[in-house]
Every structure is written in C-alpha cells, then in structure tokens.
C-alpha cells in the first residue's frame, strides 16, 4: 500500500467514525431470549475516562461485561447535558420537546405511559412483572407533584459543594447575587411524578453507592421468582466531580466505586441463578467538563451491554427504543413517534458490497438520498480500491464520493467475485453483483439470492472500439489483433468471444484475447499500440472516440444485450433471517427508480446518455429479476466452460420483494 493509498483510507476510517476499529455492527444478529433487564446508570460518567480506566483494567466487572457483550459511543444531542433532561430521555426515548424536559431547571412531568416501566408495564400486564427504580439522587430524578423551586438561588454551596436544595419552596439557599429576593417559580412535578404510580418499586435519594448498591442487591433477592425491569441508578461519579473535579482522583474513584457494585449485581444474580436469563446494559446521562466543578457541555456517553450487536454511534435516547426493542415491543405504534431508534436488531444496517458503475448508481442514489432510512432501514455500502484487500464504507455524500474518485480512479472498481466471497463469509449482508458472477457465484455453492434487477442495457451499451489507425473493411482484418475485454466479471470475456465468433473467427488462432483488463490500463495500452481495440463500455468508448484515439466498430447488437446487468443480491440466511430489512431496502430502491422516470417524464427529459448508437443503462419498472437472461447467461458460461452443470436459475431468484415493493408504491 502506497502512502497515497494509506492517506486515503486513514481519511476514509476517519470520515466514517472509525468503523473498522469498532465493528460492532458486524456481531450479535440472533434474538437472545432472556427474562429480566437491568439497566444500570452510573450519573455523569465522561466517556473517554471511562475508556482509559476500562484499559488500565480497573474497571474489571465492567471489562467481563464488555468481553461478553460490547460497549459503544452515545451521544447527548437534544436538551441539556444535565441529569434531568439526560435520564428522562434514556428511560423514554423522547427528546426534551416532546418531554418539556430541558435542564434540571426547566422540567415538568414526564406525560403518563412515556417511559420503558411504564410500556413494559402496559405490554406485560402489571402482575406479569415487577419494575424497579432504585436511585441515589434525589429531584432530578424525583416524582413531587406541584411545587416551587427558587430560580435565583446558587445550587451548591461554594465552600463544602454540598447542594443547596434550592428545588425546595422554604429552602434557605442564598441567592446568586447576594442580597436579592429569592425568586420562586411554579413547576408541575418532577419528572417520575406519574411515572411512580406505575412502579413496583420507586426508591430515590438514597444517596452515594454505599446505600444504592445494597438495596439494589437486596431488591434482586426481593424479585428473583419474578420477571422484572430495574433501573439503579448510581449518583458517582457526578457528585464526585461537583465536589473534587471532574477528572479527579475523587472523581475517578466514583467510577471504579459503580464498577464494584456493578460485580456485586452481577455476583447476586449468579448467586440466584438468574444471571444467565438477565440482560444488563450500563449507561450514563451526560459526560463531565475536565478540571470543572459542572458538566455544562459534556456530551459524550456510552451503552455498555452484556450482549452483542450494539451500533455504534447512538444517542442517549436511544436506550430505551433499544430495551423495547429486546423485549420484542412494537414501538411504530408509539404516538407521539420515538426519537431515538433501536441500536441492535433488525434496524441494524443492511450492509451493502458494493462496486462503483453506472448500472449500481440507482442504489448508491438512493442511498444518499436517504431512501433506505426513509423505509426505516440503515444501509451501509462497503467497497474497495482495485488492487487493495480492504473495503471501506463508501461515503454517504456525492461530492465526497466524487472527490476520493477524482483523486483515484481504482476507487469502487471491485470485483463481483470479491464482493459474492465476502457476503458468503458475513462479512456483508448482500450486494451489488453482474449477471456472469452471479450465475458464476451460485454454481461455486454461494448461498445468494437475487432479489431485484439493477441497472441493464435495454439496447446496446458495450461496443467493440478499434484503435483510431486500425482498419477493419472486412472480418479478415482481425486476423493478428490483440483485443481486449474489461474487468467485470466472466459475462464480459464471453461478450466479446460472440462477436469474434459472429464474425466468423477462430478463437484460438486469429486473434490474442486479454480478458479483465481495467479499463484505465485498456486505455494506456491501446494509446500505447498495444493492443488494437476491445469491448469497451460506453464511457470509455465516448471518452476515446472524443479524444479521437479510436472509432466505435459495431455496437453490442450481435447478442441480447440486456444479458449485461447487474443484480442486487443477498445472503440466503440474511433473506431468511431479516426479510424485513429486505424488503424495505428493495422498497427504497424501487422508491427511487419511480421517483427518477417521474422525474424524468415531468421535465420530459431522457436519463440514459446517448452516443453514436449507444445507450447508457436503463431501470425498469418493477425491477423484476430476469430468470430468462439468467438461464441464457447460464448457458453461455456453460458453453465457454466458466460452469460445468447447469441449474434451475429461478431457484436462485426471489421475485416476491419487488413485488410486495410495488404493491406499496
Ligand atoms: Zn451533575
């Protein structure tokens, strides 16, 4: 690897955070069953502390949760980074309009039904089980119906940093300017005000850990017979780092302090026998500003869980679309609409392999144009530089995309092969596949299904090109030619085979063959003399003939050209297992072909580009899967000795997502 190279895929890790470092996307696909949930809350945790202490290895009840399971980035991205607003979206989903939750200052009740006890409560029925909520701090994660909070008055004292209780109508907390009236202003409730009456148990401002993790411990004893959902919530280090820093060793001490007492729960639940039916995630609310007594801009948090398949990259409020998502909880329904979504399971990203061609831009369109998010799946494209092992997620930006292109050419130039070996090895979910290598693919043994017709060439789109000083005036001309056919796969190679032979040439003795030639060395050496010309396809055709280094001798017109066309394939298991995901990639992709004919019939203007008798690619409406042209393309590898036995192509087809995709246009 050069260094350019290097540059370029450092830049590329960088721009698309890092996912090859933390894959965790790549893991934990299968529904767990479990019976209980705990869901652990450690207040004002800032993430890259966490990160180094989890290293250094003084996080060790932390680290067997992680090797078992995974930890991931969150992220703070609506209201404040304070505690009232950061657990009230965790325990909801919803962001602070929805809540009327901004700071700890300005707050009301969450609205009734809101939180993960509340619809764990309502879907289980409320003798099915029990939901705790076992907690440290005391208002900001309080249930007092209507009072007054003084909204002039300091919250800490600056001397000791013990709070103030300045949340209290008779508080004696002086004022931010000394000698001012205390102003006290109306709330509604704390946050848990309607929450509470839900609850099993609801058991706040029991202080440091030393009171937290006991009960917490006894409560598991209390509730081992029963299915239940506890929160315990842990006021370290936050309390720590108002008092001593946020960073410092008292601060620090906090953390490994939750850590303890996360091994303490966990050694309970063994104890019990109910560890192995108990999922635990460990999450934080907000980060801690380093040196300072305050976390005024601390967004940066984690989800730590004792299962795989967490996405990386998600916000607070995603926790609980998450924790309903485990429980298997239906939250489409959910009005008003979630906030957060579900960092594991089917909303996980389909993963697409992906190369770089006119007749796959429909689904990379369609991809940055947010048609797949839109049908509510994530999709991801992976590709590779010709020549190179890595793939790397393409970037989900046009000008992006076109400036990596601009700077490198071999950019997306991947082979169908390379991409069929990589979703048989999981590595992805499906792909973006040409005819040949599909049909080659599946005859090697590849569990793929096609499962919708990309791009094909409605009319001639290939062509065989002759070097501008070669004269052909009759078939014998091509006798002692050299020609070549592009890298794409074993269709090519025969597509031009059927012209020498509609020419009536001997393969083997009139005329040398380079067969997967990439189309920037097919250039060099037919400017070079090299070589004499080839199949070339409509880019590289236009671009040679307008330079005037080389002439179009015959369009693709000596065989069906619509046996070139690409395919969007997946793995059978990925069909079997996520058919959902499925469908809704194939609906966003159908969504965008109808949007651009639209498009193209409104402004009564063509999309295929034209020249000198060639067409670029067309899409067709459904985009059906052709058995036929499969069953021919079959016949033809067969014949050229690509295959040796031949199958029954529709086996290998599913037809009934684009369909159900045009059902719901
Ligand atoms: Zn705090």
Redesign the pocket.
Known sequence: MDIGRKLIVLILIFLIGGFLVYNNFFGGKAQQEFKNFILVGW??VEREHLYDLLDKGQLPNLKKLVEKGAIVDTIATTAST??KPGWAEILTGYNAENLGIYDNIDYKPIPKGYTVFERLEDYFGEDTIATLFVGGKIDNIGARGPHKICVNCITRYPDTREKTFYKDEGTTAPTKRPGEERVLEDREGDPYFHTKDALDVYETALGNAANVGPKAVDYLEEYKDKRFFAFFHFEEP?EL??KDKGGSQGYLNGIMADDYWLGEIVAKLKELGVYEETLIYVTTDHGFNEGEVH?RSAPNTFLAANEKGLRNDGDRKDVAPTILYRYGIDTKAFSPPLDGVSLIGAENPVRIGYFRSARTQMIYRAYIQNYFDQEGVQARLYTGFLGETEFFEVPKSGEETRKIAERERRFGVVEGEEIADRIVAGEFDGGTLGSGSFVAAVHKGAPLVAVALLGYDASPAKSILMRKDVKIVSPDDFKGKTLISPRSGPGTAIFLREFLRDMGLDLEKDVTIIDNVYEDDAKKLLEQGKIDGGLFTLGEAESLVRSGKAYIYRPMDWMNSELSHGLLVFHTDFVKNHPDSVQKFVNGYVKRIAYEKNLAQEQGVAIQKKFQGLKSEEHSLPPRVRVDLLEEMQGLLYEYGFIDTKISMSNVVDHSFVEKAMDTQ
Do not use: A, I, L, P
């Open positions: 207040d004002g304070e505690t936050d780092g108002h976390h």
